[in-house]
């Protein structure tokens, strides 16, 4: 019961590629077995470029193709694009020769000129920190004195293969006492399953997202074994507002939950993750990321507007 779709189908209910958020995936036409790895690697090097992944990986170009068609296997699309890049020597052209893509930085590739891709001053990836980074640069050099390269460009920000994964499942017609017992207790236990110490999670019904949230504090509680169990434990157990004027955030959700599951619909508690995310070409992984507060609360906001252009998080809109 997931929200988002697994893996190998197509998105559902309108999950495509956006603006801030670009989620790739190969169409159904690719899953051609006609079709030549070659001209694989080069329907999904467009894609990734069409899609603001650029430059991409070795490993971008070999998880596409296999998409599309299963039964290519690592060691034979490798040669192949070694083959079609014009500036690595060897490899398995096939019927193409070296006029697909071009090599940028080690194991980074953009499409050549003339076959859809944009061949500017590209420059080599650098090795910062251990940590592979990719730099653009597609217009003249700021004069002294003005803001930091790069400052006005913009931002970029872009997650491959999305995931939610459930980690309780709250039946229908069942009642969630408030406090730490029962049906409560046990999702706030099975919440110690999530081993990451900062994230996105959602409360979720079949194909909609009901509310997205983070955690994205370290609670001191001894009690606690994660981070993330003692956010959901907010949900059950903290129902007031510090000043202890009003119901907040926590009670409102609950109030919701018990309402939804009353109406016979079950609902997930699922946890958010992905493949890895670039901002601005820069790569991060999911580790760096799930140790980010920052990062963490940036990608729980962009989550929030996704959904609701889609008409969902309606539990969001009274926060």
Same mark, same amino acid.
């Given at each position: 019961?997931?929200?988002?779709?697994?893996?190998?189908?197509?998105?559902?209910?309108?999950?495509?590629?956006?603006?801030?958020?670009?989620?790739f995936s190969v169409s159904?036409?690719?899953?051609?077995?006609?079709?030549?790895?070659?001209?694989?690697?080069?329907?999904?090097?467009?894609?990734?470029?069409?899609?603001?992944?650029?430059?991409?990986?070795?490993?971008?170009?070999?998880?596409?193709?296999?998409?599309?068609?299963?039964?290519?296997?690592a060691n034979s699309i490798?040669?192949?694009?070694?083959?079609?890049?014009?500036?690595?020597?060897?490899?398995?052209?096939?019927?193409?020769?070296?006029?697909?893509?071009?090599?940028?930085?080690?194991?980074?590739?953009?499409?050549?000129?003339?076959?859809?891709?944009?061949?500017?001053?590209?420059?080599?990836?650098?090795?910062?920190?251990?940590?592979?980074?990719?730099?653009?640069?597609?217009?003249?050099?700021?004069?002294?004195?003005?803001?930091?390269?790069?400052?006005?460009?913009?931002?970029?920000?872009?997650?491959?293969?999305?995931?939610?994964?459930?980690?309780?499942?709250?039946?229908?017609?069942?009642?969630?006492?408030?406090?730490?017992?029962? *049906?409560? %207790?046990? =999702?706030?236990?099975?919440?110690?399953?999530?081993?990451? !110490?900062? $994230?996105?999670?959602? &409360?979720?019904?079949?194909?909609?997202?009901?509310?997205?949230?983070?955690?994205?504090?370290?609670?001191?509680?001894?009690?606690?074994?994660?981070?993330?169990?003692?956010?959901?434990?907010?949900?059950?157990?903290?129902?007031?507002?510090?000043?202890?004027?009003?119901?907040?955030?926590?009670?409102?959700?609950?109030?919701?939950?018990?309402?939804?599951?009353?109406?016979?619909?079950?609902?997930?508690?699922?946890?958010?993750?992905?493949?890895?995310?670039?901002?601005?070409?820069?790569?991060?992984?999911?580790?760096?990321?799930?140790?980010?507060?920052? *990062?963490? %609360?940036? =990608?729980?906001?962009?989550?929030?507007?996704?959904?609701? !252009?889609? $008409?969902?998080?309606? &539990?969001?809109?009274?926060?």
């Open positions: 019961m997931s929200p988002f779709w697994t893996e190998g189908d197509t998105p559902p209910f309108g999950m495509g590629a956006a603006n801030l958020i670009v989620m159904r036409s690719m899953t051609n077995p006609k079709q030549t790895i070659w001209q694989l690697v080069q329907r999904c090097a467009r894609e990734l470029t069409k899609n603001g992944m650029t430059p991409f990986t070795r490993g971008d170009l070999v998880r596409c193709v296999q998409r599309a068609n299963p039964s290519y296997e490798n040669p192949i694009i070694q083959g079609v890049t014009d500036n690595l020597q060897g490899g398995a052209p096939g019927a193409v020769g070296k006029n697909i893509l071009h090599r940028v930085g080690r194991g980074l590739f953009v499409l050549k000129d003339g076959n859809g891709g944009q061949l500017e001053s590209l420059n080599a990836a650098n090795r910062r920190g251990g940590r592979e980074s990719r730099v653009t640069e597609t217009r003249p050099a700021k004069r002294a004195g003005k803001a930091a390269a790069g400052s006005d460009d913009g931002i970029t920000l872009s997650l491959t293969r999305l995931r939610w994964t459930t980690v309780f499942e709250i039946p229908a017609s069942s009642v969630l006492p408030k406090g730490r017992k029962g *049906l409560s %207790r046990d =999702v706030i236990l099975a919440a110690r399953s999530v081993p990451h !110490r900062f $994230g996105c999670y959602c &409360w979720a019904s079949t194909n909609n997202v009901l509310y997205c949230g983070s955690f994205s504090r370290d609670y001191s509680n001894p009690q606690f074994q994660c981070n993330f169990e003692g956010r959901i434990h907010q949900y059950f157990c903290t129902h007031k507002r510090e000043d202890g004027t009003a119901k907040n955030t926590n009670a409102r959700v609950f109030d919701r939950l018990n309402d939804t599951l009353e109406t016979a619909a079950s609902i997930a508690l699922q946890v958010f993750s992905f493949e890895d995310l670039r901002c601005n070409n820069e790569v991060i992984t999911f580790g760096a990321y799930e140790r980010d507060s920052s *990062l963490v %609360r940036a =990608v729980e906001h962009v989550l929030i507007w996704m959904y609701k !252009r889609w $008409g969902q998080c309606v &539990w969001n809109e009274e926060d």
